[in-house]
């Protein structure tokens, strides 16, 4: 079922909810989101409990608020909670969920053009070793062509890696079409989603995929040092070896032998801040409160609006590509700076971030832009603060 519209009254009552918005003008999400107070209040109580009980007590007395993360990241996701595991970084949870693919030297793993920077390096690692690996071709509009993703599948592939929104460019690859086509093969499907969770109706079944990744920080609004990694369960028995485990990750059963969790717990290791991880199982909660169907509407209407606003711009330039964009809206601004027009909106109260194309080798670099400065747009900013950013634009180029 559809969830309800974002009302400019929703919205209204979510802002009165985000201390945040009362400080900066914040375009800065797809960095990092401002939580709502809700998530503050959590993580702080965790901590005071720990001062006054004792960290491992309070795991204990807060058992509940730490379950929650599993629990609210199935309802989000459509998964069962033992295919979700915590963990501290969105690149850390696909560096382990890549390396449990079983990859041999002359087996095939197809990436996509938007790859982020340290998956990139795990691709370098695994050519390497003897593992062939190959971009997949863009239609025009640059979004994976599925003709040759169905042309290039064989037995021999064994992975197709896609990242889902990237973080230098608005578009979304069209991931459920390429996880009908994978799941006729062999191959798994490891989705890099932590641009997309917290912005898009996600859902696991829908996208049959084996792996997703995304992080807390970002969309989801949870707190920094928090993110999930989401492993299809009937996969779980088929699995490499991962190079650094603990005793959440598995059991030493006797002196020579250990046993991995049987679930996605696997994928977890112990030492985690757990009033971060509290302050994640809000925003998971919160996320699917708000629901994503109406994200995902108003986030494309404020998105659309800034576009189309930056379009009437002298010598600014659109950057991002694809039929179906999200709220990443890139640019550039022909003889600006983008370094210096960043730290002129923060000074202004605006907060965006900076792109090079050393982020991006396979998507930047080859379309010949060498930076964009990124406004990433949440479903709690407002057109008011769209006309703002633009306004400020022209004051400070
Ligand atoms: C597409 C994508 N994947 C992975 C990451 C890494 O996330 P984390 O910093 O939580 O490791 C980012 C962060 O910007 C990202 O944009």
């Not at 050519?127 to 290039?152: F, K, Q």
């Not at 002129?344 to 832009?369: C, I, K, M, Q, Y």
């Given at each position: 079922m559809k969830s309800e519209p974002l009302t400019e009254s929703r919205v209204e009552a979510l802002r009165a909810e985000t201390p945040g918005v009362e400080h900066v003008l914040h375009l800065n999400n797809a960095g990092s989101s401002l939580p709502p107070q809700a998530v503050l209040d959590t993580c702080i109580d965790y901590l005071t409990v720990e001062a006054q009980i004792g960290g491992y007590e309070a795991i204990e007395r807060k058992s509940a608020e730490l379950e929650r993360v599993a629990t609210a990241g199935a309802q989000l996701l459509n998964c069962a909670p033992t295919e979700l595991a915590f963990a501290t970084s969105a690149a850390l949870a696909w560096w382990r969920s890549f390396e449990a693919v079983p990859?041999?030297?002359?087996?095939?793993?197809?990436?996509?053009?938007?790859?982020?920077?340290?998956?990139?390096?795990?691709?370098?690692?695994?050519?390497?070793?003897?593992?062939?690996?190959?971009?997949?071709?863009?239609?025009?509009?640059?979004?994976?062509?599925?003709?040759?993703?169905?042309?290039?599948?064989?037995?021999?592939?064994?992975?197709?890696?896609?990242?889902?929104?990237?973080?230098?460019?608005?578009?979304?690859?069209?991931?459920?079409?390429?996880?009908?086509?994978?799941?006729?093969?062999?191959?798994?499907?490891?989705?890099d989603s932590c641009q997309a969770v917290g912005q898009l109706p996600v859902d696991v079944q829908e996208l049959k995929c084996d792996f997703l990744s995304f992080t807390g920080r970002k969309f989801m609004r949870g707190p920094r040092g928090t993110a999930m990694l989401y492993v299809n369960a009937d996969i779980m028995d088929n699995l490499a070896d991962t190079t650094y485990i603990d005793g959440q990750s598995?059991?030493?059963?006797?002196?020579?032998?250990?046993?991995?969790?049987?679930?996605?717990?696997?994928?977890?290791?112990?030492?985690?801040?757990?009033a971060a991880k509290a302050g994640f199982g809000v925003a998971l909660d919160y996320a699917v409160r708000v629901g994503m169907d109406g994200a995902a509407e108003r986030i494309a209407m404020l998105?659309?609006?800034?576009?189309?606003?930056?379009?009437?711009?002298?010598?600014?330039?659109?950057?991002?590509?694809?039929?179906?964009?999200?709220?990443?809206?890139?640019?550039?601004?022909?003889?600006?700076?983008?370094?210096?027009?960043?730290?002129?909106?923060?000074?202004?109260?605006?907060?965006?971030?900076?792109?090079?194309?050393?982020?991006?080798?396979?998507?930047?670099?080859?379309?010949?832009?060498?930076?964009?400065?990124?406004?990433?747009?949440?479903?709690?900013?407002?057109?008011?603060?769209?006309?703002?950013?633009?306004?400020?634009?022209?004051?400070?180029?």
């Open positions: 990859l041999e030297a002359g087996d095939r793993v197809l990436i996509s053009s938007t790859e982020y920077q340290s998956n990139a390096f795990a691709f370098i690692q695994a050519a390497e070793r003897g593992v062939e690996v190959e971009v997949l071709p863009a239609t025009e509009s640059g979004e994976i062509d599925l003709d040759a993703l169905r042309s290039m599948i064989d037995e021999r592939v064994k992975l197709v890696a896609v990242t889902h929104i990237a973080m230098t460019n608005g578009m979304v690859q069209p991931v459920a079409d390429i996880g009908a086509i994978v799941a006729d093969s062999d191959a798994y499907y490891l989705l598995a059991q030493w059963v006797d002196a020579e032998t250990y046993q991995y969790a049987p679930n996605a717990q696997r994928f977890e290791l112990g030492e985690v801040s757990f998105s659309t609006l800034l576009r189309g606003q930056l379009d009437e711009l002298d010598g600014v330039r659109v950057r991002d590509t694809g039929q179906h964009q999200s709220g990443i809206v890139t640019f550039s601004i022909g003889g600006t700076d983008p370094v210096a027009l960043q730290a002129n909106l923060r000074a202004r109260g605006v907060n965006t971030s900076v792109l090079t194309s050393e982020l991006s080798h396979l998507d930047l670099a080859p379309r010949g832009v060498d930076a964009v400065l990124r406004a990433g747009v949440h479903y709690f900013n407002t057109a008011e603060e769209i006309s703002t950013f633009i306004r400020a634009i022209g004051e400070s180029r």
